[in-house]
């Protein structure tokens, strides 16, 4: 399994987290890979072989092969049907609603085909400069150009949005929105109403995951000696609390985490 990172050009820096590759060889018999929420929307290319999205036990779907996968509050499975090949796009929480006109509450929980975001043409058009190029500096250069040409007002990240986001980040999702709001009940109204339009989560949904990354991401770094410390490093109430918000968004305890080959993908992205 080959993933790997790269940083935006400065003027998409505030909107754009990384764009990033992932390679993995051919299965015979591939485990399913359980996704779980990280707060953010992503755009993908799958240039491989197609890609299984379970939407039960038994029941799948195939993932369109260039979409938008809006926010997700719950963990769903992937599978591959061969060679995995994708080129993607990972856009801080704020970060995607600068380039459309849709609502971004339209695209949570599911994939949503490029052509009906952008027209048909225009995304013909990108997935098939995508498809041709040769090399992941050249798809960089193809998917900047075209963000940079659908980003029409520079200026258009809401302020009260971006600064609640960013100090949520910075505080592992500990930062308290009446903190923010100072207790004022027609501003955390107004807040919330943001959130849904601009990220499809509202600040409290979205705390609890940048939280839980930040406690996952101890957990894959084995920084925590117990999982009573990594409570308590991310401020959970106690230990309880964490492993009830754990199995929340991923389906399991951390302790079943290490030994659970479905999540093999999932600390490949969320260990760094």
């Known amino acids: ?25 051919a299965d015979i018999n591939p485990p399913k890979q359980r996704i779980i929420p990280d707060g953010c929307i992503e755009m993908a290319f799958i240039l491989g072989d197609d890609i299984k999205r379970y939407t039960s036990e038994t029941d799948f779907i195939l993932q369109p092969r260039a979409m938008v996968l809006g926010q997700t509050i719950e963990p769903f499975y992937i599978e591959p049907t061969g060679h995995v090949n994708t080129f993607a796009i990972r856009f801080y929480p704020y970060g995607f609603a600068n380039f459309i006109t849709n609502s971004i509450k339209n695209l949570a929980n599911k994939e949503t085909p490029l052509n009906l975001l952008f027209g048909k043409e225009v995304s013909e058009i990108l997935e098939d400069n995508i498809i041709q190029a040769t090399k992941t500096s050249d798809r960089i250069a193809i998917i900047e150009t075209f963000l940079l040409s659908a980003l029409k007002d520079k200026n258009t990240i809401d302020k009260i949005v971006e600064t609640t986001v960013d100090a949520m980040i910075s505080t592992s999702g500990n930062t308290s929105i009446n903190s923010l709001v100072k207790d004022d009940l027609s501003k955390r109204r107004q807040l919330e109403r943001k959130f849904k339009k601009q990220i499809g989560l509202s600040p409290k949904q979205l705390g609890k995951v940048i939280r839980l990354q930040a406690a996952l991401k101890m957990l894959l770094n084995k920084k925590g000696e117990n999982l009573t410390d990594i409570a308590y490093e991310n401020e959970y109430y106690d230990q309880a609390h964490f492993i009830r918000d754990f199995k929340e968004f991923t389906g399991i305890t951390p302790s079943e985490f290490g030994n659970d080959e479905t999540m093999q993908l999932s600390s490949k992205i969320y260990k760094d």
């Open 1 to 25: 399994m080959d993933y790997q990172t790269y940083q935006p050009h400065p003027d998409l820096a505030a909107l754009v987290q990384c764009y990033w590759t992932l390679e993995v060889p």
